[in-house]
């Protein structure tokens, strides 16, 4: 596969200043005494991605992910390491980024024609096009400065798509405006990895990256300390993020990131028409988020007979069962799971009360929850996340969760017709008009 990103040993560093007049001072004095101290923003990357690839990017505030995207763009140059391009590049980086805010929206758009060589046969359609797009309207004949946070980002991303790029880089400039806008980026950043775009994607938003990207890093201290299946990485980066000691080394040698055709092979050897489960097929992005006053205890399926499952048919009644138990008082709390398919898609969840019939628990009470239902998934792979939470101060506030605490397969039926995640169970007529 063709390279059309590579990053060789690249290092970048900031000089920060306790003051801001230590740059003037620093400049001026004779002993050249230095008043800065260096931060290793990136440390020795090395990075190659392939034409096609759509690569998640995660890390704590801090990490370097802003600086390596701004790298990769050309924006800035790195200290040292080889850097190579090839192929348009939209960067979509900062919020407003790119955009002059002395002039107006439409003048932006004029801009950036003028930038990216539009001829003048194609200039109308330029503008109508990022325009309509935008949805800004007559916000466009006022200047940038004075556009709010969401309209800076509906003119930033509407220019940055409209050049039809190669390669796409977006930090997090999806994080506002209106649902319904960042809903129609995510369906424009869909229609771009169909068609085979390249796309650097930076979000806190774990269920985007795996559902968009084929490929995830795990950027730390400015270094790239974990590359994979988006799953496995987003996975590692959540058990981080709410572990105390926030010691990578330790979740390095911990993390056992098996390959995928193990799992795989695993599947094919045991299945069969008649195979209802398979032992050690379970998820190895488990994620537990701890309390030591509640425990969630032996998650499982189980089928109308009360065997234990975990593959599963279309159209037959399942329960999943499990154990929550509590060391403590508490009022207002709540029972409840989801399924999501193994894109991140959210397909289902139940909860077993509402904040007006939540229940008061005491130190020692341990329930069974039992949750009956009818699959009607299509094949695939999904999974199963359970959770307890408590009504405060006017909101749900989680007190454990398991995610990914069981997965489960579903075979596809002997005379399904259905695409996509769920059977409605429909049937289709054909009449004849003639």
Not at 118 to 146: C, H, R
């Amino acid at each position: 596969m063709q390279h059309v990103i590579e990053l060789k040993d690249v290092y970048k560093h900031y000089s920060i200043y306790s003051k801001p007049v230590h740059r003037l001072y620093e400049v001026i004095n004779p002993l050249r005494k230095k008043y800065s101290h260096d931060k290793e923003v990136l440390q020795g990357v090395n990075l190659n991605i392939e034409h096609g690839e759509v690569v998640g990017v995660l890390g704590q505030n801090g990490a370097g992910k802003s600086t390596l995207l701004k790298i990769i763009s050309g924006i800035i140059p790195s200290d040292s390491g080889e850097v190579n391009r090839s192929g348009i590049i939209s960067p979509l980086l900062e919020l407003g980024g790119g955009l002059n805010y002395e002039l107006s929206g439409f003048e932006n758009i004029k801009l950036s024609a003028a930038l990216n060589n539009i001829d003048s046969d194609n200039i109308d359609k330029y503008i109508q096009d990022i325009a309509e797009f935008s949805e800004l309207g007559v916000n466009l004949e006022y200047p940038v400065k004075t556009y709010s946070s969401g309209m800076k980002s509906r003119l930033a991303f509407a220019i940055g798509i409209r050049i039809d790029p190669d390669i796409l880089i977006i930090d997090e400039v999806l994080a506002v405006g209106d649902l319904q806008f960042r809903r129609k980026c995510y369906s424009k950043i869909r229609s771009f990895v169909d068609e085979g775009k390249t796309i650097l994607f930076v979000s806190h938003d774990i269920n985007s990256v795996i559902e968009l990207c084929n490929r995830c890093i795990f950027l730390h201290d400015g270094k790239i300390v974990a590359d994979g299946e988006p799953r496995k990485i987003t996975a590692m980066y959540m058990k981080f993020l709410f572990s105390e000691n926030k010691n990578i080394d330790n979740l390095l040698a911990d993390y056992t990131a098996e390959d995928e055709s193990t799992e795989a092979k695993l599947i094919e050897d045991n299945l069969s028409e008649e195979t209802d489960y398979i032992a050690g097929m379970h998820a190895k992005t488990a994620l537990i988020l701890e309390n030591d006053n509640v425990l969630i205890k032996d998650i499982h399926l189980i089928d109308s007979t009360g065997k234990r499952v975990n593959i599963l048919r279309t159209g037959d009644a399942y329960k999943l069962i499990y154990t929550v138990s509590f060391d403590m008082d508490i009022e207002k709390v709540s029972i409840g799971g989801n399924i999501n398919n193994e894109k991140g898609l959210f397909v289902t969840g139940a909860a077993l009360h509402n904040r007006d019939d939540s229940i008061d628990v005491k130190n020692g009470d341990s329930f069974t929850v039992s949750w009956s239902f009818t699959n009607h998934l299509l094949k695939g792979v999904y999974y199963v996340n359970c959770g307890v939470a408590h009504w405060e101060n006017d909101e749900w506030k989680v007190l454990t969760r398991v995610t990914d605490a069981v997965l489960f397969r579903v075979l596809k039926s002997e005379n399904e017709i259905c695409n996509g995640v769920v059977s409605l169970e429909q049937d289709i007529e054909l009449d004849s008009n003639s």
